[in-house]
């Protein structure tokens, strides 16, 4: 029997079914699921499950979690919900007698039989992770090493130990003392208690795109071949940062397979809602902000479903009256000239142009967009 553990939001019920579906399609042992919730209607429950009752070796639980046990830690990154923090939880909710758990965030992918990970020997450990190689992260909380820090979006609990040692109310403890070093909420909870102390497991249970990005530093740690496997052949898809493989713009080389996923299990869906919401900006001008890599990858999204894009906006005066990728880059002010526009942020810094676009008149969802936020408009009004 393999215990797993999953936390969502109403929101993140499709994309929490792709994961199920996943793990499912792909792993033979009998499997319980265990689903940390605040907001599942009765009507989300039973459609969750009618979806997976033709397998028989899936069992499903829903746990409904009260917040206010969480208040006062704080997730300074953005993109993370209060559902990040539930895998802390599981000791607490989960019955005495299941003493191991695996817990995956809904934005992965499964290629593999979890049960050869769940075979891993915790040994005495307190959980079993893979490594994140975040300097920025190492830094901040201080670890001693490189090699310490791990990405806590797949992890094997030890939830015997974790009980024993009230390791829960240590977490919470360690949170609400070091509240500036929580970018990633959980996870930075996590490496800041554990300081290195935790067992590893192969680069492929938790494939990232980092690994391609930064090969070299993570070939010099793990060695080449384990790298190489991870991104050639990953057992678990993770899909981290703002853009999700739900998202058009996403550029992610396995961005399909979450809707392979989706539609091995026939759940009903809208591929890409943002394009409907897009094609009706067409009388509009259409203006991007931030000329840099991440622009010129979604330029080419725009251009690849026939969107026009009229200019771009950036806040690098040496930048300004000239052509980046063939579309003229114009200043914010000469941006505020022109009538009858719509403005994407395209740049990493979606917060501080946020403010300053707002500081100038314009009004967030209507004259101006972080585009991750356009799939969750669109999903809304049920385009």
């Not at 989300?44 to 070796?57: A, G």
């Not at 050869?116 to 992260?137: C, P, Q, R, V, W």
């Amino acid at each position: 029997m393999i215990h797993l553990v999953c936390a969502a939001n109403r929101d993140y019920k499709q994309h929490m079914c792709a994961m199920l579906a996943s793990v499912i399609l792909n792993t033979t042992e009998q499997l319980s699921i265990h689903i940390l919730n605040n907001d599942f209607l009765e009507v989300d429950k039973k459609y969750i499950t009618e979806m997976f009752c033709e397998y028989s070796s899936v069992d499903l639980y829903y746990y409904t979690v009260k917040d206010d046990i969480l208040a006062g830690i704080n997730i300074i990154a953005e993109h993370l919900t209060i559902q990040t923090l539930y895998r802390l939880l599981a000791p607490i909710l989960l019955p005495k007698d299941i003493n191991k758990v695996l817990y995956l965030d809904c934005d992965v992918i499964v290629e593999d039989d979890i049960s050869k990970l769940y075979a891993i020997d915790l040994e005495d450990y307190h959980l079993a992770a893979t490594n994140e190689l975040s300097y920025e992260m190492i830094k901040l909380l201080e670890l001693e090493r490189d090699t310490y820090y791990f990405n806590a979006g797949v992890i094997l609990i030890n939830l015997k130990k974790w009980r024993e040692e009230d390791f829960w109310l240590t977490c919470r403890t360690y949170a609400l003392t070091h509240p500036d070093k929580l970018v990633y909420g959980d996870q930075d909870i996590l490496n800041g208690v554990l300081r290195g102390n935790w067992k590893r497991f192969h680069l492929k249970w938790n494939s990232t795109t980092n690994f391609s990005f930064f090969e070299d530093q993570y070939s010099k740690h793990f060695g080449i071949g384990e790298v190489e496997q991870a991104v050639s052949t990953p057992s678990i898809i993770h899909y981290i940062g703002r853009y999700k493989p739900w998202y058009v713009f996403c550029s992610h080389p396995y961005q399909e397979r979450y809707f392979h996923y989706l539609d091995e299990i026939n759940y009903s869906y809208v591929k890409y809602p943002e394009l409907v919401f897009l094609g009706q900006q067409t009388e509009k001008k259409i203006v991007l902000f931030g000329a840099s890599v991440a622009g010129a990858t979604n330029l080419e999204k725009f251009k690849q479903y026939g969107v026009d894009v009229a200019y771009f906006c950036d806040n690098s005066p040496d930048k300004w009256n000239t052509f980046f990728n063939g579309v003229k880059v114009l200043s914010p002010r000469e941006i505020m000239e022109l009538e009858n526009i719509v403005i994407f942020i395209t740049s990493m810094y979606v917060k501080e142009i946020s403010q300053q676009l707002s500081g100038l008149g314009l009004v967030e969802n209507q004259d101006f967009f972080e585009l991750t936020s356009i799939w969750r408009l669109a999903s809304q009004f049920g385009i």
